[in-house]
């Protein structure tokens, strides 16, 4: 699986991104999709995931109620719509891929085996 991640950009506080993220391979819906996100200084982080089979997703406490994931499995597309975006929101943004992982390790970056090149979210105060 090939991942692009896309839709980075520069917002104001309070504003609004959607990033995408387009997966090739054909068994697409086998696959839990996942953004992290990495700020300046920082390791990467867990911000959110969309379980392969039945569509649960999961959110890091600091985005719960503003940000959504959603998967098109027909377009091979997940999207990262983000609310009330806050200057700590600050980072790359990497979509990352694996078809077997567990729900216990969702968190942890080193679980999974594809990732995008990343996209840069700036928020400024």
């Known amino acids: 699986v090939q991942l692009q991640a896309s839709g980075g950009g520069l917002v104001q506080a309070g504003g609004s991104l959607r990033l995408s993220c387009v997966a090739s391979?054909?068994?697409?819906?086998?696959?839990?999709m996942t953004w992290f996100r990495q700020a300046p200084g920082k390791e990467r982080e867990f911000v959110a995931a969309?379980?392969?089979?039945?569509?649960?997703?999961y959110y890091t406490d600091s985005v719960k109620g503003r940000f959504i994931i959603s998967r098109d499995t027909a377009k091979n597309m997940v999207y990262l719509q983000m609310n009330r975006l806050e200057p700590e929101d600050t980072a790359v943004y990497y979509c990352?891929?694996?078809?077997?992982?567990?729900?216990?390790?969702?968190?942890?970056?080193?679980?999974?085996?594809?990732w995008g090149q990343g996209t840069l979210v700036t928020v400024s105060s």
């Open positions: 990352a891929a694996d078809r077997s992982i567990i729900l216990s390790s969702l968190r942890y970056a080193s679980m999974y085996d594809y």
């Open positions: 391979g054909r068994t697409f819906k086998d696959y839990t």
């Open positions: 969309i379980h392969r089979s039945a569509g649960n997703t």
